[in-house]
Every structure is written in C-alpha cells, then in structure tokens.
C-alpha cells in the first residue's frame, strides 16, 4: 500500500515570495490534515479537510496560509507571502476518517520549508 | 486548553539498557493517549495507544500504561537497542465538536541508543 506522498522534500525562498506543497494521501483516506512542525516542537495542526470540506483550520494563519482539497484526494498548502517564522517542516497525514479517538494518523516524510 | 508535556531530550542509552520517557498531560474528558516515532529520515507512525484509564498499549517491545490519577502515559521499553534510536513523540486526541480526530503532540524527545 502507497503511503502518504509530499513534494517537494526541501525548498528555500526569500520571505515575501510564496511556496506550495503538495499532499497525496493513502487511497481510500477522507480526512486528510496539514501540521506545522517548528525545529524543537511538536507538530502543531493547520488544517483538517473531511472530503473536501474544512473541518478545523483554527490555527491556519489565513492572512499567509490557504490551502484546498478540491476534489477530495490531493491537496495543496499554500504560503504567501512567507515570513521568516514560517521556516519549518509541513507534514501531511491522513486518516480513514476523522472518528474521535481512532488515533491512528499516517504521516508523509514532510515538506521542510527554510525561508531566508 | 488540552496539552502534552515530555521530558526533554536528548536521551543517550547504552544497548540493552533500560527506557523511560515521561509523558503527561492535561485535558478535559477522556482522550486517548498515543505514542508515535520518527525514525531519520521517515515519517511519523504510530507506536502505541491507549484509548481508556488503566489501559496498557504495547508494540515492538515498547509499553505505556494510561494512568488517569496521575495523568500521565510514559513510555517504557526493558531492552532498549540501536535501531531504537529514534525521536518519540506523545499525544493525545481533541475530540472536537464533531468528534474530529485531532491529535494534539509534545514536543519529542530524542532517543539515541549507542552500541
């Protein structure tokens, strides 16, 4: 079984440019999450879609940040324009469906982000 | 609001010798408390979960018990060896308002065990 696919692995830019990053999760998978992961933190949650409707983006800085899962599947986290803050890896996760307490997320390898 | 507190790392061990990382927590209700890895180079997976008070998790030779009274959930392992070598990170889930499944993290702890 393909796990949860993210690209690009790396990027850099200069703040005030945009990046994006992309999420393929697990087949079958109807919640899908973006976390912000901060150099000696833990993953903080961005975005949760059910499908492709937002469930909680309470903590998506929705001046810079959007993201969308249009059709359901992929999605895409977009940042624009970037602050230094925002240096960090974006992990992507998805889940069977977003049921209380089934716990069991499955993680992509994570899009580091270094803004300059 | 709900949150996860863990030892700090790193953590350096010996091959064989005994884990543990500490892990509590504060929340309303009743979450379950989990226990994921992130091996270099990988993405996080789940190592364990306990979904109610006195509940043991338990995989790869690693356990953690959900302890309500104390509200804690440390992670042990009795033999720890160098592919254990790992950051360990402790969370547990938010239920929201329409029982979203969000997970809420500590902030690691790194494992290194040296042969």
């Known amino acids: 079984e393909a796990g949860v696919a993210q690209s690009p692995r790396y990027k850099i830019i200069e703040k005030r440019q945009s990046v994006a990053f992309w999420c393929n999760p697990i087949s079958g998978h109807a919640t899908l999450y973006w976390y912000q992961q901060i150099l000696g933190q833990g993953p903080k949650l961005l975005i949760q879609f059910q499908n492709n409707g937002v469930v909680d983006d309470s903590q998506l800085p929705k001046d810079r940040f959007s993201a969308e899962r249009l059709k359901g599947v992929d999605s895409t986290l977009k940042i624009q324009p970037a602050k230094l803050e925002d240096s960090a890896v974006y992990l992507c996760a998805s889940s069977w469906r977003g049921n209380a307490n089934t716990g069991e997320l499955f993680f992509g390898e994570g899009s580091r982000l270094t803004v300059l | 609001g709900n949150s996860v507190t863990q030892m700090e790392g790193p953590v350096t061990l010996s091959e064989e010798a005994f884990l543990t990382i500490n892990c509590t927590y504060t929340a309303t209700g009743y979450p379950s408390l989990f226990w994921y890895v992130q091996y270099p180079g990988e993405g996080l997976q789940l190592l364990l979960k306990?979904?109610?008070?006195?509940d043991k998790g338990s995989n790869k030779g690693f356990e953690a018990t959900y302890r309500k009274e104390t509200t804690s959930f440390h992670l042990e392992k009795g033999s720890v060896q160098v592919s254990d070598s790992a950051v360990y990170f402790c969370?547990?889930?938010?239920?929201?308002?329409?029982?979203?499944?969000?997970?809420?993290f500590g902030t690691g702890t790194l494992l290194a065990v040296q042969p």
């Open positions: 969370a547990l889930s938010d239920v929201g308002g329409g029982a979203t499944n969000k997970l809420i």
């Open positions: 306990a979904t109610k008070a006195d």
